[in-house]
Each structure stands twice: as C-alpha cells, then as structure tokens.
C-alpha cells in the first residue's frame, strides 16, 4: 500500500483538530453547567465527638447522636 504524501500529512493534522475540537467543546460545555454551590456548615459535638454536617444556616445546631447542642467549625 502506497500512502500519497498528502494523505501523509493531513490525517494526522485532522486527528489533532478533531482532538483539540472536542478538548474545547468539553470545557465550555463543563464550564457553563457548574455544580450548584453547596452551604453545609460542620459541626463538631462537644460531648460525643460526632461530626455531621447540616445544610441550614444557623450558628447552632443540635447533634444528630447524642441531642447537645453545637457550634459550626466551619461552612
Ligand atoms: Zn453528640
């Protein structure tokens, strides 16, 4: 099999922008959907050492074991 030296060259250049096509489509495509933000805050219980998380907002929140109530470590 003979391959013409023009096929030579522009299949692998055709590979390579099929490649750097589909890169830049995935990117953007992933870029514009990004995940939604998640506000949980930590809790650590000062008595049972359980650690949890709770998506609400507050500074204190009840443990999920033991009842105590607990501060947030961090959101
Ligand atoms: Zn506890």
Same mark, same amino acid.
């Given at each position: 099999? =003979?391959?013409?030296? @023009?096929?030579?060259?522009? /299949? $692998?250049?055709?590979?390579?922008? /099929? *490649?750097?096509? *589909?890169?830049?489509? !995935?990117?953007?495509?992933?870029?514009?959907?990004?995940?939604? $933000? &998640?506000?949980? &805050? =930590? !809790? &650590? +219980?000062?008595?049972?050492?359980?650690? !949890?998380?709770?998506?609400?907002?507050?500074? %204190? +929140?009840? +443990? @999920?074991?033991?009842?105590?109530?607990?501060? *947030? %470590?961090?959101?």
């Amino acid at each position: 099999m =003979i391959v013409s030296p @023009t096929v030579f060259f522009f /299949v $692998p250049v055709f590979f390579a922008l /099929v *490649a750097v096509f *589909a890169g830049w489509l !995935y990117y953007s495509l992933r870029l514009r959907a990004p995940l939604p $933000p &998640r506000r949980s &805050r =930590i !809790y &650590r +219980c000062a008595s049972c050492g359980h650690v !949890y998380a709770d998506q609400r907002e507050r500074p %204190l +929140c009840r +443990c @999920t074991k033991c009842g105590a109530m607990n501060e *947030a %470590l961090r959101r």
